[in-house]
T-cell receptor, first 116, second 116 residues
Framework: GAVVSQHPSRVICKSGTSVKIECRSL??????MFWYRQFPKQSLMLMAT?????????EQGVEKDKFLINHASLTLSTLTVTSAHPEDSSFYIC????????????FGSGTRLTVV | DAKTTQPPSMDCAEGRAANLPCNHS???????VYWYRQIHSQGPQYIIH???NNETNEMASLIITEDRKSSTLILPHATLRDTAVYYC?????????????????FGQGTILTVHP
C-alpha cells in the first residue's frame, strides 16, 4: 500500500513553454502533498506544500507564479513549470503524507525535466 | 525538527553489514528517527523508523542510543542494489495513530557504495 504515482517520468521541453507534472496517491487519500526539486549531486530541496482545496505554501525563494501548484482532489496534485528555462532543468519529486499510519511520507518516482 | 549529522560517504563490501551512523543530539522527546534512501534517479524510499527502542524490519535494523542522541542504521547483508544515498531525518509524530505533519527536510545524507 501507500503508492504515489508521478507522471511523466521524463520530459524534454523547449524554452518558454510550460510543463505539467502530475502526482497521484493511488491507494490512499492525501490532504497534503509536497514538491521537491533536486539538482545533480545535491539533496532534495522542498519547493512547496500542496494542500487539498487551498493555496499551496511556497518555500522562501520559490516563485509561486512560475511553479503553479494545484491540489484539486485528495489524490491528485499537479506542478506546472511555466515559461520554462534551461535553469529549471532538474529532478522534480512529489511526496504525499499518508494521513494515518506510522510510515510517514511516500514519494513518487520523480520527473526528470530537461529544458532545451 | 532536530538537525541530523551524517558522514558524507561510506563503503561496504557486498555481503557484509553496513552500519550507517547518524547524530541527532538536539532531538526532543516527541521526535522519531526516520531513515530513507534514494537510489540514483528515483524518489526516496522509506526504510525504518523508531522512537527509543531498537527496531527491525525486513530491510534493516535501527539502533538508537539510550540518550537518543544518535542512531545507527544496519543493513545486515549489503548487496550491490543497496548502493544509494541514505537520509536520517527526525520528525515529530503526533497522536497514537502515528500521523506525521508538516514538511520533511532532507540533509545531505550518506552515500553508501557497496562494492563486490
Amino acid at each position: 500500500g501507500a503508492v504515489v504515482s508521478q507522471h511523466p517520468s521524463r520530459v524534454i521541453c523547449k524554452s518558454g513553454t510550460s510543463v505539467k507534472i502530475e502526482c497521484r496517491s493511488l491507494d490512499f487519500q492525501a490532504t497534503t502533498m509536497f514538491w521537491y526539486r533536486q539538482f545533480p549531486k545535491q539533496s532534495l530541496m522542498l519547493m512547496a506544500t500542496s494542500n487539498e482545496g487551498s493555496k499551496a505554501t511556497y518555500e522562501q525563494g520559490v516563485e509561486k507564479d512560475k511553479f503553479l501548484i494545484n491540489h484539486a482532489s485528495l489524490t491528485l496534485s499537479t506542478l506546472t513549470v511555466t515559461s520554462a528555462h534551461p535553469e529549471d532543468s532538474s529532478f522534480y519529486i512529489c511526496s504525499a503524507n499518508r494521513d494515518r499510519g506510522w510510515y510517514g511520507y511516500t514519494f513518487g518516482s520523480g520527473t526528470r525535466l530537461t529544458v532545451v | 525538527d532536530a538537525k541530523t549529522t551524517q558522514p558524507p560517504s561510506m563503503d561496504c563490501a557486498e555481503g557484509r553489514a553496513a552500519n550507517l551512523p547518524c547524530n541527532h543530539s538536539t532531538i526532543s522527546g516527541n521526535e522519531y528517527v526516520y531513515w530513507y534512501r534514494q537510489i540514483h534517479s528515483q524518489g526516496p524510499q522509506y526504510i525504518i523508523h523508531g522512537l527509543k527502542n531498537n527496531e527491525t524490519n525486513e530491510m534493516a535494523s535501527l539502533i538508537i542510543t539510550e540518550d537518543r542522541k544518535s542512531s545507527t542504521l544496519i543493513l545486515p547483508h549489503a548487496t550491490l542494489r543497496d548502493t544509494a544515498v541514505y537520509y536520517c531525518i527526525v520528525r515529530v509524530v503526533q497522536g497514537t495513530s502515528g500521523t506525521s505533519y508538516g514538511k520533511l527536510t532532507f540533509g545531505q545524507g550518506t552515500i553508501l557504495t557497496v562494492h563486490p
